[in-house]
């Protein structure tokens, strides 16, 4: 194994993953640093798998629909910018957003 050490630590991973999507919707953790925080943590474990090796490959594998989840809910709240630019003209046509419209996709998200 490349990235993980064991099982068990991919699933502590994959449950703080899990806490941080909890405490943003109820409102312990800023949107911000949410997001910040849980894409650190779907990168720095390289959670796609292309650091790995088949063994943690397949070992990704038995969890994707864990680690898709993670990134489910990176893609809904990844359009969010800073609140004040959310109106300009600019940020309106890319689907920019502010961060209590990526709160309330979030907690849609979490709540279908």
């Not at 490349?2 to 991919?10: P, R, W």
């Not at 088949?54 to 989840?69: D, G, K, T």
């Not at 300009?88 to 309330?104: H, P, Q």
Request: with cysteine; net charge negative; aromatic share 6%.
């Amino acid at each position: 194994m490349v990235i993980f050490a064991s099982e068990s630590e991919l699933l502590e991973i994959l449950d703080r993953a899990d806490a941080m999507i909890a405490a943003c919707v109820a409102g312990s953790l800023g949107i911000h640093e949410f997001i910040d925080q849980l894409g650190h943590l779907h990168g720095y474990h390289a959670l796609d798998g292309h650091e790995s090796d088949a063994e943690e490959i397949a070992m990704l594998a038995r969890y994707c629909s864990r680690v898709e989840w993670i990134e489910r809910v990176l893609e809904e709240v990844g359009g969010i910018c800073a609140d004040d630019d959310a109106s300009k003209e600019a940020y309106v046509k890319a689907g920019r957003f502010d961060s209590s419209e990526a709160l309330r996709r979030l907690r849609a998200l979490v709540e279908s």
